[in-house]
């Protein structure tokens, strides 16, 4: 019998699919249930895991009686988040949430407070922590090689959201523009567009990778689409006590970049005080100039160690430990950081101003 008996709750993100292949994959792991209240959204899951029928639930009580999870996955509408957090904390399991945190601020800290009495974990995954490049790129920091971290330029963004599903299986421009009006992504009471979709990576990573500062104020620029009701595109400038940074969001790049990186690329470019690091998405290794070397070369990215080669791995690991949740972005106090950075953004696009960071 697996040691961990996991549930996926929600299907509204198409990350659910990977995460279970993480959990199908891990070897002291179990699907213990499924759940969503449009059966076909969990169809495919059913057939790739062999999901068999008795751990598939359209009700969200059944599925958490009868799976008796450790640990729930939970792939909701962003502005559905806060909501299913606090029903899962009822049952006294692990949350497990796929970016981003929450659709405001508010949100987040009601999760958080949902979660702590409880004693269990809150995680909050973003994908772009366990991509090689990123995380030597922090290694890096942490050793010194460029300084303090005083200035980061974040590019993020994809195609589309509908462009893809579980494990980068490609959607027609047909298909997509299809499902455009009806989907979730779409819908500003959702949570959807760009901002509240990327944003999240360059504000949480952005603060990992400056130890955890937090920027004074924010200033954000969006597109604004006739007949699309969210965000395509957005430009956020953050002013810190030393320097500003940058950070954008996009659907809409020319290609996706885990298949060809588009120009401009996606990723961060660090600067501090003795070097810079340009670390690309899925990259096999960062670029990086210092004082003694300022010509760019490139440092291979290490792989990722046993125990923290993805995040259900991870999690599951510090359960397993009783270690706190220390990599950073999935620690929610860092990733609160990043939901200030976001709302601040939202705000200041609708008030077209520049605004001091909310509280």
Same mark, same amino acid.
């Given at each position: 019998?697996?040691?961990?008996r996991? !549930?996926?709750?929600?299907?509204?993100?198409?990350?659910?699919g990977?995460? +279970? %292949?993480? &959990?199908?994959? =891990?070897?002291? @792991?179990?699907?213990?249930?499924?759940?969503?209240?449009?059966r076909?959204?969990?169809?495919?899951a059913?057939?790739?895991?062999?999901?068999?029928e008795?751990?598939?639930?359209?009700?969200?009580?059944?599925?958490?009686?009868?799976?008796?999870?450790?640990l729930?996955?939970?792939?909701?509408?962003?502005?559905?988040?806060a909501?299913?957090?606090?029903?899962?904390?009822?049952?006294?399991v692990?949350?497990?949430?796929?970016?981003p945190?929450?659709s405001s601020?508010?949100?987040?800290?009601?999760?958080?407070?949902? !979660?702590?009495?409880?004693?269990?974990?809150?995680?909050i995954?973003?994908p +772009? %922590?366990? &991509?090689e490049? =990123?995380v030597? @790129?922090?290694?890096?920091?942490?050793?010194?090689?460029i300084?303090?971290?005083?200035e980061?330029?974040?590019?993020?963004?994809n195609?589309?959201?509908l462009?893809?599903?579980?494990?980068?299986?490609e959607?027609?421009?047909?298909?997509?523009?299809?499902?455009?009006?009806?989907?979730?992504?779409?819908?500003?009471?959702?949570?959807?567009?760009?901002?509240?979709?990327?944003l999240?990576?360059?504000?949480?990573?952005?603060?990992?990778?400056?130890?955890?500062?937090?920027?004074?104020?924010?200033?954000?620029?969006?597109?604004?689409?006739?007949g699309?009701?969210?965000?395509q595109?957005?430009?956020?400038?953050?002013?810190?006590?030393k320097?500003?940074?940058?950070m954008?969001?996009?659907w809409?790049?020319?290609?996706?970049?885990?298949?060809?990186?588009?120009?401009p690329?996606?990723?961060?470019?660090?600067?501090?005080t003795?070097?810079?690091?340009a670390?690309w998405d899925?990259?096999?290794?960062?670029?990086?100039?210092?004082?003694?070397?300022?010509?760019?070369h490139?440092i291979?990215?290490?792989?990722?160690?046993?125990?923290?080669?993805?995040?259900?791995?991870?999690?599951?690991?510090?359960?397993?430990?009783?270690?706190?949740?220390?990599?950073?972005?999935?620690?929610?106090?860092v990733?609160?950081?990043?939901?200030?950075?976001v709302?601040?953004?939202?705000?200041?696009?609708?008030?077209?101003?520049?605004?001091?960071?909310?509280?």
């Open positions: 019998m697996a040691r961990f996991i !549930v996926g709750i929600s299907f509204d993100h198409m990350h659910m990977d995460l +279970l %292949r993480c &959990v199908d994959e =891990h070897p002291d @792991a179990e699907i213990a249930g499924i759940f969503d209240p449009d076909a959204t969990m169809q495919r059913i057939d790739t895991f062999g999901i068999p008795d751990r598939v639930f359209t009700d969200f009580d059944a599925c958490m009686k009868a799976a008796q999870p450790d729930a996955i939970l792939c909701a509408a962003t502005a559905n988040h909501d299913y957090t606090k029903r899962l904390a009822a049952y006294g692990h949350v497990f949430v796929e970016k945190f929450a601020v508010a949100d987040a800290r009601a999760m958080i407070e949902a !979660v702590q009495p409880t004693g269990k974990y809150l995680a995954n973003w +772009l %922590r366990w &991509v490049s =990123h030597t @790129a922090k290694r890096l920091v942490d050793e010194g090689m300084g303090e971290v005083i980061i330029h974040s590019y993020g963004g195609r589309g959201p462009y893809h599903l579980a494990d980068k299986i959607v027609s421009r047909e298909e997509v523009e299809r499902q455009k009006p009806t989907s979730w992504w779409y819908k500003r009471a959702s949570g959807g567009g760009s901002l509240l979709d990327y999240g990576y360059g504000a949480t990573l952005g603060t990992w990778y400056r130890g955890g500062e937090a920027p004074l104020e924010v200033t954000c620029v969006t597109d604004e689409t006739p699309i009701e969210v965000d595109h957005a430009i956020v400038v953050c002013r810190y006590a320097g500003l940074s940058k954008e969001t996009r809409g790049t020319f290609t996706d970049p885990w298949v060809i990186q588009p120009q690329k996606c990723g961060f470019i660090l600067v501090g003795e070097g810079t690091i670390s899925y990259a096999d290794h960062v670029m990086v100039q210092t004082r003694a070397n300022p010509e760019p490139p291979p990215a290490a792989p990722l160690p046993p125990g923290g080669r993805n995040a259900i791995e991870y999690v599951l690991d510090c359960i397993a430990r009783g270690e706190p949740l220390t990599t950073g972005p999935l620690d929610p106090a990733s609160l950081t990043g939901q200030r950075i709302d601040t953004a939202a705000l200041s696009a609708r008030e077209k101003r520049s605004l001091p960071l909310v509280p």
